[in-house]
């Protein structure tokens, strides 16, 4: 017996469907079975019992092999997990989907389980490095990371600051010495971009008359 294909639990398909071509529609009343002779009736009233639904056949094991869509991948492990649903299930849709519904949760919470085990190891190996860094690491690292800091919230505010903490890339030893060197063309605070010092505000007497020599700009 051919296996049951699970996506087929179609609206289109439920009932017996239209008249085959050619036939007319029987009006209530006229079918040739209201007296009982025709078909579904018992033995005794003359007519062919119903037929008694299929008995349901185990899937084999590579029975989810042509049902899977093209470009998805499914393991073996998967396929039999699967495959074990519905034919426990033994063809009842609402236990098919019960299991299947089951089994995805618990396989969602291990692949997110096994994602964030990889991140927090990934992020410990680059804070590991970073404080390994001949150049900005050792004896120093945490003062190179405060200077770190404070470029990264000077070029980016709060928002670049947010944005290194919630991807990891702060711990990434590549951002330190792209921050570390950014620094070094950021001028002091209240130094213009020229080098020079910030002009000091003048006062009212020197706005009026003129500043003394030795104070010009």
Do not use: C
């Not at 002779?37 to 185990?58: I, K, L, M, Q």
């Not at 426990?88 to 085990?117: C, M």
């Not at 990891?168 to 130094?191: C, D, I, Q, Y």
Request: no cysteine; aromatic share 6%.
């Amino acid at each position: 017996m051919r296996n049951r294909d699970i996506r087929t639990f179609n609206i289109a398909d439920a009932g017996g469907g239209a008249p085959p071509a050619g036939t007319d529609p029987v009006p209530p009343g006229d079918s040739p079975d209201a007296d009982g002779a025709g078909a579904g009736a018992g033995a005794d009233g003359g007519g062919t019992p119903a037929s008694a639904p299929a008995a349901f056949t185990d899937w084999a094991p590579d029975a989810l092999t042509p049902l899977i869509p093209e470009g998805f991948e499914v393991t073996p492990e998967q396929s039999s997990a699967i495959v074990d649903i519905v034919n426990k299930a033994k063809g009842d849709p609402s236990q098919i989907v019960g299991g299947l519904l089951n089994y995805y949760t618990q396989v969602s919470e291990q692949v997110g389980a096994q994602l964030a085990e990889q991140f927090n190891k990934t992020q410990t190996d680059w804070q590991n490095e970073m404080k390994a860094d001949p150049t900005y690491g050792g004896p120093k690292f945490d003062q190179n990371l405060a200077i770190a800091k404070e470029t990264a919230a000077r070029l980016g505010g709060n928002e670049f600051l947010e944005l290194l903490r919630i991807t990891g890339a702060g711990n990434s030893v590549h951002m330190l010495r792209f921050l570390m060197k950014a620094a070094e063309f950021l001028p002091k605070e209240g130094t213009p971009a020229g080098g020079r010092p910030a002009a000091q505000p003048k006062s009212l007497g020197d706005r009026m008359f003129g500043s003394p020599p030795n104070q010009q700009g």
